[in-house]
Structure formats: C-alpha cells, structure tokens
C-alpha cells in the first residue's frame, strides 16, 4: 500500500516535471507587431526593473548579456535577451517568456536560477508582461552567445531548481493593482533581492523581510524599521536617493548605483509610487527627528592614528559642512556607518567613487595606492567611534585585506 | 622630521606629518612639475608616482610616505635630455596650457612602466582619473601611443639581442 502510494507520487511528481518544462515552438519574429504605447510601458518597466544591470555589459550593446553576478554558489553570467533568434530570445513567443518571468522556465524547458528574480517578477501582470516583451522585442537584435555560469556541484544542477521552486516560488497571478508602490517594489523592482537575507538555498526568509541583506560583497541596508539610518527616510528623500543624490543621506554606491541610473529614467510617478512605499516600511513611530552623532575628541583619543589620517586626507572635503558638491554635511548622515560591518565603508575607501561617464555626480579618489590595509583599518575605526554609538566592528585591518584582494583579483 | 625619498635622493623635510605631499614637493623641494588645481583629488594635475602607482598628491599626507619610492616629473627627464615619454609628449605637441599635462605624463608613466603594450581600452580607463580644460585628449592619447610604441620597439630589439648566440 504504502509502496503503490510512493510509485503514485513518484509518476505524479514525473508527470508534472515534464508538463512544466515543456519546450516551448519557435516563433518567427517577422510576424510581431507592437503598439507604440506598450513598448513604452515596457521600457519604462525595463527602467524600473533595472534590467540592464545583468544583461548589458559595461561597454557592450543594451541587453546582450554578459555581466557576472558573484553568488556564494559561484559566479552566473546575465543572458542575451535581445531579439536574435540564435543566441538572445528572438524565438521566443509570448507564452515562453510569461513562463521564464513568472515560472523561471526557459523556451526549452530548463530551470533558470534564481538569480534571475522570478520569484519576484511572477508578480507581474499580464498586461505588464506584454508591454516587457514587446519593449524586448524591438531591440536591436545582438549576435552574442551567453557565457556558461560557473557554479560549483550540485548547484550546477538545473533540475534541482524544481525543488527549490516547490519550496519558494508562488504560483499566485497578480491581475490588478491594489497598491502600485508596493506592487513595484515587491514586482519589477525586486527591492528584497538584495534588501531582504537569504537562506542557505539562496532564497529570501520570508519571515525577515526587507530586514536588510547583501549583493556583491556590498551590505544591503533595511527597507524596514530595523533600519539603522540616523536620518529618518521620508518619501521626498527617498525619491531623490532613487533618481539621483539625496543631501541627508548620500548616494546609491556598489550594486545600487546602476539601480539608481536606471530608475533616473523611469517615470517620476512609478519611482513617487516606490518612494511612498518604502517610506512606509521604513517609517518608526513617533521618530521624526535626525540623530547625527559626531564624538570626535573620544574618537581622536581612542584612535589616534585614525585622526591623524582622516585631518590629512578625508578633512579636506568631509570637514566643510557639505560645502564640496555632493558630500553631506556630517559623514555620521551616511547608514553605512552604522552597519553592522564595515565592507561598504572599506569598498567606498579602496574603489573611490566614479560617476558614470558624461553624468554629473559625486567623485571620490580611490585610495586603494595611497593607503595601506593597516591605515585604512584606522581610518574605518576611527570614522565608526566618532560617528555610531554602535560597538566597533571587528577584524577591520583583516576586512580591507580581504576586499583588497578580491578586487585586485579578475 | 620626516625622511622622503625622491626620485631616488633623501630629503629630510620639517613639515608638519599632515601635510600634503604637493606642498611639500613644491614649496619645501621647490619640484613645481606637480600642479596644484582642486586640491580635492579630482582634477589629477598634481598626480605623483609612489611605489610604481599613481597618486593624488593634493590628498597624500607625508606621514604615510617614508620607506616608499616617490617620483615626479622632474625624475623622469631634463630639458635637454628628457624621457620617452616625454620626449613623445613634445613630439605629439600634446599639450595646450600645459597645466594638466605633469599628471598626465605622471600618470601614464606608471602604466607603461608597468605594460609596454596597452590596448586603446586600458589607456583610457586609466587615464580618466585626469582632467585636461583644454579638450588636448587626442593628441595625450596619441603621445602614450606613441611612447608604448618606442618601448615595444626596445623590448624587441633587446630580445633580439638576448637571442644572438
């Protein structure tokens, strides 16, 4: 009995493996036709969800794939999603790609990681999803094979993703908007990919959502009241932060910068919509006012050395009130001071700040020649005890090594 | 008193430690290769080399730099008898009011130093860290080219030397 029950679940879990991953036919391009008004909708929803950022590389044509997205399970290469019927998704119909977006399937029936965020984009609308690929599908067609992923055994596996879907991935179809802010966020923009933790199969803890989590080495603050930001966020900040620089808090540096590129060219409201939403989220009672803190006798006392560095080199534009375009008044304003480790800090010192060529915007030196581990280990601390009430992180000299050499590395 | 090592000499200098290395240079060792221009790290005209690297020496205080290898502009070449790259500099005429062009010789000194044979691409990624007012980019890009070129032409007659029984 209990056998026959076992080969029944067996069959069954058979049968729908392979009636979800079902190749889907070619389709020719020739015979798509697109209203003006959806590949507008569409790429403004590309802009939202900031595809660009994994599928077009620094230099390369738009969405013909190739940048590498650094995973603890290895290294993925976003894919060509231009319209090239070979290499990009040009023999995609529209039903194959409703099921990548909301299924992670791809046209031939294999699991795609969810390093692509369906379990995001399955809240998509249809009419959402006709206005992407009809944006997708008038690009210019790009020739370009994608690069294989380098992940280590088992993850390397695809059909294990089923099981991680079975596990993860609602199956729920979103067919009207209740709140277009949070249906943004949660949707297109993906905001808890990176600002929500993982677990250890890679997927976000439900139970600690936008509780703040990583992208790239980079820490990724909370969107929600467990915020350590000592400017409370409201939506007019917010907005700026999103489309550009925001003089209380600073700018989006690390994964975020090319988030902030892209919502630039969104449509106001959508990123209004999204600035009203995390204002929401991030929003505690009864706290309206800023904390800025700045200890600097204590800190200069306790570290020396660090003082000493921070007069010589960083004085000279974050010791003028905010005077020098785009530095905020105190440094105590920026949240990454208040993390709850210092890598963001540490890649600002060793990368610098660049912006993106012909845009306006802050620039910072990299300081990654000038200064030694040990000297950057000092300024870390010393900016950490003049400016949080947080205990000291730990191992700062080690942290700078470690990024160092990840950087340096190709 | 801080010991500095100079395109190869020591100078013993009584600054205060906090002092930028451009001050220094300039005033205590009267070496005005290095320009002043923001002083803020961003416009690359008082660009040095220390330890093979380019720096920013508006923003290096001299109490990080004994025991490292500093080399400006006046450690490359004289008038009468300057470097390569220098020599290219002139030969290119890449330069119009000559302000930004100590940096940029600076900078792209430590990258051919450290690669003889630089694609288009990497020139330019490295010396974007500096500014020319002037729009003379064409003709800078065209006079590291040129001096790559001069090196590579060294590197090989040097191996075909080291090939000669």
């Known amino acids: ?410 | 008193m801080i010991t500095l090592n100079v395109n190869g000499r020591s100078h013993r200098v009584e600054d205060e430690p906090n002092t930028p290395l451009l001050y220094v240079l300039r005033d205590t060792l009267e070496l005005n290769g290095a320009k002043f221009g923001c002083g803020l790290g961003q416009c690359g005209s008082c660009t040095v080399v220390v330890d093979g690297k380019p720096v920013f020496s508006c923003l290096t205080p001299i109490s990080i730099l004994p025991g490292r290898k500093i080399t400006t502009l006046e450690g490359l070449g004289t008038e009468e008898a300057p470097s390569p790259l220098q020599r290219a500099f002139i030969e290119e005429q890449a330069a119009q009011c000559g302000y930004c062009i100590p940096g940029m010789i600076m900078r792209a000194h430590a990258l051919l130093t450290a690669n003889h044979a630089p694609t288009d691409a990497q020139v330019r990624e490295h010396m974007s860290a500096n500014l020319c007012r002037c729009g003379t980019h064409m003709r800078i890009l065209a006079a590291i080219r040129r001096a790559a070129r001069g090196m590579q032409a060294a590197d090989a007659s040097t191996i075909k030397q080291e090939l000669r029984p």
């Open chain 1, 1 to 410: 009995m209990l056998f026959s029950i076992l080969v029944i679940a067996v069959l069954a879990t058979a049968v729908l493996y392979f009636a979800t991953h079902l190749t889907m036919p070619a389709e020719e391009r020739a015979q798509r036709a697109f209203a003006p008004d959806l590949v507008k909708r569409g790429g403004e929803l590309a802009a939202l969800g900031y595809c660009a950022s994994c599928h077009t590389a620094e230099s390369g044509k738009p969405f013909a794939g190739g940048p590498s997205l650094a995973t603890p399970f290895g290294t993925i290469y976003g894919t060509n999603i231009t319209p090239d019927a070979e290499t990009g998704i040009g023999a995609w119909s529209q039903a194959a790609f409703n099921r990548a977006m909301r299924d992670g399937v791809d046209r031939l029936g294999r699991d795609l990681y969810p390093a692509f965020p369906y379990d995001h984009f399955w809240r998509l609308t249809d009419r959402d999803l006709s206005a992407l690929y009809a944006f997708l599908m008038t690009r210019e067609a790009v020739r370009a094979s994608n690069k294989a992923n380098e992940l280590a055994f088992p993850y390397n596996l695809r059909p294990l993703l089923a099981g991680w879907k079975l596990l993860y991935l609602s199956h729920f179809r979103v067919t009207e908007r209740f709140d277009l802010g949070r249906d943004l966020v949660e949707g297109i923009a993906h905001c808890g990919a990176c600002h929500t933790p993982r677990d250890g199969l890679g997927a976000e803890i439900a139970s600690k959502h936008l509780d703040g989590g990583e992208a790239e080495d980079w820490w990724a603050p909370p969107l929600n009241r467990t915020s350590p930001a000592p400017v409370p966020w409201t939506e007019p900040s917010l907005f700026n932060y999103l489309r550009n620089w925001e003089a209380g808090h600073g700018g989006g540096e690390g994964p975020m910068k090319p988030v902030v590129a892209a919502l630039a060219s969104a449509p106001e409201q959508d990123v209004r919509a999204i600035a009203v939403y995390i204002a929401s989220t991030l929003a505690k009672p009864g706290e309206s006012e800023a904390h800025v803190e700045d200890k600097q006798a204590q800190a200069a006392q306790g570290n020396p050395q660090g003082a000493e560095l921070y007069a010589g080199i960083c004085a000279t534009c974050h010791e003028t009130g905010g005077r020098v375009p785009f530095t905020v008044a105190s440094l105590g304003q920026h949240t990454s001071l208040h993390a709850p480790d210092p890598r963001n800090v540490i890649h600002v010192i060793l990368e610098g700040i660049h912006p993106a060529e012909g845009a306006v915007g802050a620039i910072m030196p990299s300081f990654a020649d000038t200064l030694g581990d040990a000297q950057i280990g000092e300024i870390v601390a010393y900016l950490r005890t003049r400016f949080s009430s947080e205990p000291q992180w730990r191992n700062i000299p080690n942290e700078v090594a470690r990024i160092r050499r990840e950087e340096t590395s190709p």
